[in-house]
């Protein structure tokens, strides 16, 4: 990060349960000290012990801490929307509020140099319909390149920054999803078998909400404009929150999961053009998306295990 970079950029926290992870996050966005700060929090679970408790204690942590000159917004929830129904209505809420902002939840650790190359991003490309956000994970050994970042389809949601024109395309409900699907439009975007297969299976499962996700309805929202992620050749983000607590994956042993942070170097080198890094999205898929369908069918069959153990 450069010595005399100020943070003009609102920042968007989204909190639940877990004071321990929202500290460490916290603390950086401390030391960034942006000028507006945004917290989405969702209410307690019921019949949940110590729930209750533990969501009071992330929000302290936040909001009881802000020493520096910032505007603090609060859309904090009485009732438990879950994962789907609170970050999504969240963020519709942000971008209402702001027309671009960089986005962390509760368990997305991020380098101090995060703040400074998102800013930087959404600047450059704030009026390029052809980006729909940027991501601050690499996942992967960085490229042997001249530049700083380079643009993908497939762009991670850990970690991001994105603004208002490409939020007002962003549909929960997925209502074009069977329209995509029936017309084979997903075999044209994407080409090979696997991947057509995985990403039906996914938009197909968050279009009936079967899991309560929000993010698969962004990178569809994105998709369907055509747009690309930007993807730094630095990993910026890493996710301190695997295990039980955790939401969906609770695999400590994710491939995502503590990926080593790196340091940004500035100034940034931009490419001269925007196109796709299909290495990228091939080794995504080769590596990631397969992992993560294995660790599905695994979790699936021990499910189905345990069932029958308590017969």
Known sequence: MTTNFKLTTPVAMVIFNRPDTTEKVFAEVRKAQPPKLL?????????????????????S????????DCEVLTNISPLNLGCRGRVSSGLDWVFQTVEEAIILEDDCLPHPTFFQYCQEMLERYRHDERIGLISAANFRIKRETQYSYYFSRIHP????????????????????????????LLAE??????????????????YEGKESTWDYQLTFAVWLQGQLGIIPNANLITNIGFGA????ITDADHPTANVPLEEMQFPLQHPP???????????????????????????????LLDGGKKH
């Not at 942590?61 to 520096?68: E, P, R």
């Open 39 to 59: 917290i989405i929090a969702d209410g307690a679970r019921t019949g949940r012990e110590g729930e209750q408790e533990r969501c009071e204690q992330a929000r």
């Open 61 to 68: 942590i936040v909001l009881n801490n802000v020493d520096w």
């Open 157 to 184: 949601i850990t970690g991001w920054a994105s603004w208002r024109r490409v939020w007002k395309n962003y549909d929960i409900n997925m209502a074009r999803f069977p329209e995509v699907r029936d017309n084979g």
């Open 189 to 206: 975007m994407l080409g090979d078998s696997f991947s057509v297969k995985y990403w039906t299976k996914v938009f197909q499962s968050a």
């Open 245 to 248: 607590g955790a939401t969906h």
């Open 273 to 303: 053009y925007v196109i796709r890094e299909m290495s990228f999205e091939k080794y995504v898929q080769d590596y990631l998306l397969k992992w993560t369908l294995g660790y599905r069918i695994r979790r699936k069959a021990k499910k």
